[in-house]
């Protein structure tokens, strides 16, 4: 039984030890860059779109707004880590990989910096005419 599970501890230290001879986790990396992206357009939200609506009273309506700004996002977020897990796996090589990785990530960044401005133009916009 000790034999067994030392056996599994070996196999395991191998695999990480493999993984890290093979190349850089570029899934890993878009996932770290999604949820930082992710971060910084929450609080770009808030600060920007948030600070912009000026409500008299309690309403609890920009806050609404403001998770349902959010929700959108994720599933862009999402899609990309998806891409990424199965690109890693595509056997494509370490400089295609960083090519379209830089590629995604540039995309990626624009939606997170470019929505909230965006968002805040649509409202300075359209506020005045509603």
């Known amino acids: 039984m000790v034999a067994a599970a030392s056996q599994k ?3 395991k230290h191998r ?15 878009m996932s770290n860059n999604c949820a930082a992206a992710l971060l910084v357009y929450t609080i770009m939200q808030i600060v920007f779109v948030l600070g912009l609506i000026e409500t008299k009273g309690m309403s609890i ?6 998770v349902l700004l959010v929700a959108v996002i994720i599933p862009f977020c999402r899609n990309f880590e998806k891409r ?3 690109m890693s796996s595509s056997g494509l090589s370490e400089q295609s990989l960083a ?8 995309v990626l960044w624009l939606l997170a910096i470019g929505l909230p ?3 805040v133009a649509l409202i300075k916009i359209i506020g005045p005419l509603l």
């Open 84 to 86: 990424w897990v199965n």
């Open 99 to 106: 090519a379209k990785f830089r590629a995604d990530q540039l």
């Open 117 to 119: 401005m965006v968002f």
């Open 15 to 29: 695999a990480h030890q493999d993984l890290r001879k093979t190349g850089i986790r570029w899934d890993k990396k």
């Open 61 to 66: 309506a920009p806050y609404f707004g403001l």
């Open 9 to 11: 501890s070996v196999s």
